[in-house]
């Protein structure tokens, strides 16, 4: 045998040793990834089924078992062939699998705080977190950090190291195989279960899709249509009856209140006009009040708007709450601090379809004639039409002591407004009049900010307002974006740069703000989604079916 020979055969049983030492390294980093995969499955709802968690269990093996898989596919395979030399390959393999195991702690964390993944949307969150943990950090906390990230360097050097001394007795173990068959068919099985799952609308497993990082389960419904096996139309309508209202729970308020009241006594009236018109809005301009700098949406729907400003909540609760007829939660800690809370309609106000009593029975309704626009503490709301702008003035003199706001229920209707077109910002825009308050300038509100905003000077309740409504207090001037809204049966989440209407198909389109022209193709981020969801659905414990 020549010397070329000899040493092609010396390169090539090298290469071969390389490989399976990579084998075995990426072995004991699976490990590590199962148990770091342990802080997604901890932080997720428990499934309602035993199908859902031996899903669970069988995607946890197979999703964390794929990913250092790929890691040594794509980086150390090629290594050992390019730099076949053990000491640089150990050191050069420990590193790149330390930052990927330190990236994998990182989602973990951030998931199990946010409730999605990182990626470029999500990293403005994660660096605001991090300057308020570093911020003033003491040399603790900072020296613990550099540790940990040292720990984890010297795990994987520990065992890059381990695993080439005693890569000869690891080979003569029979676990590599069966441990490989069992991850191969975890992968596949839970990925197949998935398109069964996806097709069936099985719940307790499609709700698992965004628990684990870089997770992209098969689909049915693109996958199957795609090839004719399942109808669309058909999927959707049976999708659509999973989203149905009857099916919501409600948790409102969200958590008993505990409230304080706070030291002020100046009375407060708000005045909402059903519909915007310009014969209203010129009276409001000379009659003394300010109009505001802020952008505020009404209602498509005056009834919507009507319960959206009552509640503070999305319309999303609107038949929930008319059915069990449950009173704003706000009422109570009003009444235990003996601020009243008083309703005005005037006689023009339809009340067969803009009624109060629809959603609760506790509020009861004066003339507009008895108002008097006393100054002892109280709350008043008073609801016009635009057959009452000859009287706006009359009420505004009865009220010039107190903090008075003036809005609409629903923009002008425009009957040659197509689809979706309605909900573009130029055409769901309202004024916001105020006097005695001093609002900031908000680039983006909506009715359910109102009660908030009087709310704030009234009372402070543990939680803020997050208890019992999705508003937020107009007084402070903080980001805003997203806007989250719901136009029954369609959600609407109005960012800084572009729309996203989502109907309850779970279809959407994205336009562009403000000039509202639709982006094909483009698809909102994920967490933007997820955050739409969940601060929708704060209030709710939706009953799950196995079906």
Request: aromatic content about 12%; proline content about 5%; some cysteine.
């Amino acid at each position: 045998m020549g010397k070329d020979q000899r040493g092609k055969y010396q390169r090539r049983d090298k290469i071969a040793r390389l490989i399976s030492w990579g084998h075995w390294f990426t072995f004991a980093n699976i490990i590590l990834c199962l148990f770091i995969g342990l802080l997604y499955v901890e932080a997720s709802p428990e499934s309602p089924s035993a199908i859902g968690t031996l899903y669970m269990l069988v995607s946890w093996l197979g999703h964390f078992a794929f990913l250092p898989f790929v890691f040594f596919i794509i980086l150390i395979f090629p290594l050992c062939l390019i730099v076949p030399y053990s000491k640089v390959l150990r050191g050069l393999a420990a590193l790149v699998a330390s930052f990927g195991l330190i990236a994998l702690i990182a989602d973990a964390l951030f998931f199990r705080q946010y409730g999605y993944h990182l990626n470029t949307y999500s990293l403005a969150q994660m660096t605001k977190d991090a300057e308020a943990v570093f911020t003033g950090a003491s040399f603790v906390i900072i020296s613990a950090v550099l540790l940990g990230f040292l720990l984890i360097v010297g795990i994987e050097l520990l065992l890059a190291n381990l695993a080439w001394k005693r890569l000869s007795d690891l080979q003569r173990k029979k676990i590599g195989a069966p441990a490989t068959a069992v991850f191969v068919l975890c992968f596949f099985v839970s990925h197949s279960v998935h398109v069964w799952a996806d097709a069936s609308l099985y719940t307790p497993i499609t709700q698992q899709d965004d628990m684990f990082p870089l997770s992209y389960p098969t689909t049915a419904k693109t996958l199957m249509a795609k090839h004719g096996v399942i109808d669309v139309e058909s999927y959707q309508a049976r999708q659509q009856m999973l989203m149905a209202t009857d099916k919501i729970k409600l948790k409102y308020p969200k958590q008993p209140l505990l409230c304080s009241k706070k030291d002020f006594e100046q009375p407060a009236t708000i005045i909402l006009f059903n519909e915007y018109s310009e014969n209203i809005n010129a009276a409001l301009a000379g009659s003394g009040l300010t109009q505001t700098q802020v952008t505020m949406l009404a209602h498509p729907r005056q009834e919507g708007g009507l319960f959206q400003f009552l509640y503070g909540l999305p319309d999303f609760y609107q038949d929930t709450i008319e059915r069990q007829k449950v009173m704003p939660a706000y009422l109570k800690p009003l009444n235990d601090f003996n601020i009243e809370m008083n309703w005005y309609l005037s006689e023009q106000w339809n009340t067969d379809e803009l009624s109060l009593s629809q959603f609760t029975d506790e509020i009861s309704t004066e003339s507009l004639q008895s108002f008097t626009g006393r100054n002892n503490q109280r709350i008043n709301v008073i609801l016009l039409t635009e057959d009452n702008t000859d009287q706006l003035s009359g009420i505004l003199t009865k009220a010039r002591q107190h903090q008075v706001l003036v809005s609409y229920l629903s923009p002008k209707e425009q009957s040659g407004l197509l689809g979706k077109e309605q909900f573009a910002l130029a055409n769901m825009t309202v004024p916001l009049w105020q006097s005695n308050l001093e609002l900031p300038k908000q680039p983006i509100a909506g009715l359910m900010d109102i009660i908030p905003t009087v709310m704030d000077d009234r009372i402070a309740c543990a939680g803020s307002f997050k208890n019992y409504t999705n508003g937020e207090s107009l007084h402070s001037q903080k980001p805003r974006w997203p806007l989250i809204e719901t136009y029954s049966p369609y959600i609407v989440i109005y960012d800084e740069a572009e729309i996203t209407i989502l109907d309850n198909s779970g279809q959407f389109n994205v336009y562009s703000s403000p000039e509202f022209t639709l982006k094909k193709g483009s698809e909102p981020p994920v967490p933007v989604l997820i955050d739409a969801l969940k601060d929708l659905k704060r209030f709710t414990e939706t009953q799950e079916s196995g079906n």
